[in-house]
């Protein structure tokens, strides 16, 4: 049985920096895409950042780029998003998710992934 748990949100300040694990059981990350989504509340869910399968290429959102850091631990089944300089529009339900078939046209497709985590609430103030 395939579980993720995401881990790690809270409250910061706009331009303060929060760190988000992915622990996963039942899989294998590194025949995986492991990705990261938000939703905000009435919004979407939408595409943060990934690797495809066992790439090392980090893929982004355009807004998050340059200010979030995918990475991951293939040995731990973990996954990590440093996210730093936090804006008010990052607010949202942060979640990670698993897919052993998504193709990479479609990695930012949130109805490509098969396994999600609970997700973890992500809230900055000003």
């Known amino acids: 049985q395939v579980e993720l748990v995401e881990s790690g949100g809270g409250l910061v300040e706009v331009g303060g920096s929060l760190r988000l694990t992915c622990t996963a059981s039942g899989l294998a990350f590194n025949r995986n895409t492991v990705a990261w989504f938000r939703q905000a509340p009435g919004k979407e869910r939408e595409f943060v950042a990934c690797f495809f399968r066992s790439g090392s290429t980090p893929y982004y959102a355009d807004s998050v780029k340059g200010r979030f850091a995918i990475s991951r631990d293939n040995a731990l089944n973990m996954a990590y998003l440093q996210m730093n300089n936090l804006k008010s529009e990052d607010t949202a339900i942060y979640y990670c998710?698993?897919?052993?078939?998504?193709?990479?046209?479609?990695?930012?497709?949130?109805?490509?992934?098969?396994?999600w985590g609970q997700g973890t609430q992500v809230t900055t103030s000003s």
């Open positions: 998710a698993a897919s052993s078939t998504v193709i990479l046209s479609a990695i930012r497709n949130s109805r490509s992934y098969a396994y």
